[in-house]
């Protein structure tokens, strides 16, 4: 209470932050939970209605949506795992070994962030044409084990937050470069990886154009299947809604689960700090 005393008015900018973007998420429940008719009605409903697990049972009768779920986790977990592990130990070689050649191969992977996804699609889709990979998983997986942010971000981040002295010293008690990186390196980049889990989760979760590309209609991913769902000469915004309420659920459970060690993480160095 004396802190809000104090800063009135910048509690008063969090809430209204807050409010604004929990309302769109708020909105798309409402509009799930009540029928296409709803929406003309003035005021438009604000409180929950009693069709939500009728509307859900009719996304997963219009459009293979468990199956495309199902997709999505095994694209994004697999994704993520891949690129939070590999950005980490290239982020450790980056920021703490000394090699020929670090900072040209650093440069070169900063500045593949700047060619747009755009520019790689036609090449990329060909490639995938003489792998025989086309309407597969392994298409949309494949491409983004790695990228160039996940190594630049923790190369920044484990520049600073290890100490090279304690990296000396492990060596000193004996420890290789493998056994370093595991009992070391991987312990201090925790907060740091739970941060590139989450984007690289959300980003992977959220795909739409590649996937929509080199994948069948059949077998969708998640974004793929909820623009089937918005599709056809008379739009059904409340089958659309209840389909985006459903797709970020998942989001929302990563989230928590992760901000929580992202929370853990900060505490336990401000306490050794």
């Not at 509307?55 to 697999?78: E, K």
């Not at 004996?174 to 370093?180: F, V, Y």
């Amino acid at each position: 209470m004396r802190a809000l005393r104090k800063h009135p008015l910048t509690y008063l900018t969090l809430v209204a932050v807050a409010f604004f973007s929990a309302f769109p998420v708020y909105w798309s429940v409402i509009v799930a939970s009540h029928d296409n008719a709803a929406l003309a009605e003035m005021p438009p409903p604000l409180l929950p209605g009693g069709n939500f697990l009728a509307n859900v049972s009719r996304v997963f009768d219009t459009t293979p949506f468990a199956l495309a779920l199902v997709n999505s986790f095994v694209v994004a977990g697999t994704i993520t795992v891949s690129v939070t592990f590999f950005s980490t130990l290239a982020g450790f070689a980056f920021a703490k070994l000394r090699f020929r050649g670090r900072n040209a191969l650093l440069l070169l992977t900063v500045v593949t962030m700047m060619v747009p996804t755009q520019l790689g699609i036609i090449p990329l889709y060909m490639l995938m044409i003489k792998l025989e990979w086309t309407g597969k998983l392994y298409a949309v997986i494949v491409p983004a084990l790695v990228n160039a942010f996940g190594v630049f971000f923790m190369t920044q981040y484990l520049s600073r937050a290890l100490p090279t002295e304690l990296l000396e010293a492990g060596r000193i008690d004996g420890c290789g470069t493998w056994r370093l990186f595991r009992h070391i390196v991987v312990p201090a980049a925790r907060p740091a990886a739970a941060v590139l889990g989450m984007l690289t989760f959300m980003t992977a979760w959220n795909d739409y154009f590649w996937p929509l590309v080199v994948l069948t209609p059949d077998d969708p991913t998640v974004q793929v299947a909820l623009s089937q769902l918005a599709s056809g000469y008379v739009r059904d915004f409340t089958l659309g809604l209840t389909g985006t309420a459903v797709a970020t659920l998942p989001l929302v459970l990563i989230f928590v689960l992760l901000g929580k060690q992202i929370i853990g993480g900060i505490m336990q160095g401000a306490v050794k700090g």
